[in-house]
């Protein structure tokens, strides 16, 4: 997945909606298997081909995201608080 493989920009985000960036951030979460609580994102991640459902969100262990990783989340997450783009409830 790309998003495990470099630091994003602005241009990686701009023209995007709330729920493609929400999408984008937890994508990366769901890469490593956790789930959430969300049930539309659930349903979103159950629906992808590559995706294996193992930690609760509560005991998922954030030490499975690389530096990489933890930054692109951290900058979608401020990135969506700086243009009022989200779609999920946080």
């Known amino acids: 997945m790309w998003l495990s493989q470099r630091l994003l920009t602005d241009a990686d985000l701009d023209g995007k909606d709330g729920f493609e ?9 769901a890469s490593h298997g956790r789930r959430f609580d969300t049930p539309e994102l659930q349903d979103y991640f159950n629906n ?15 030490k499975l995201l690389s530096k990489l990783e933890q930054e692109n989340v ?5 990135y969506q608080a700086r243009y009022d783009l989200r779609y999920f409830k946080k």
């Open 21 to 29: 960036l929400d999408i984008m951030g937890n994508s990366i979460f």
């Open 48 to 62: 992808q081909p590559w995706y294996r459902p193992i930690y609760s969100p509560k005991a998922f262990p954030l």
């Open 74 to 78: 951290d900058y979608i997450s401020k």
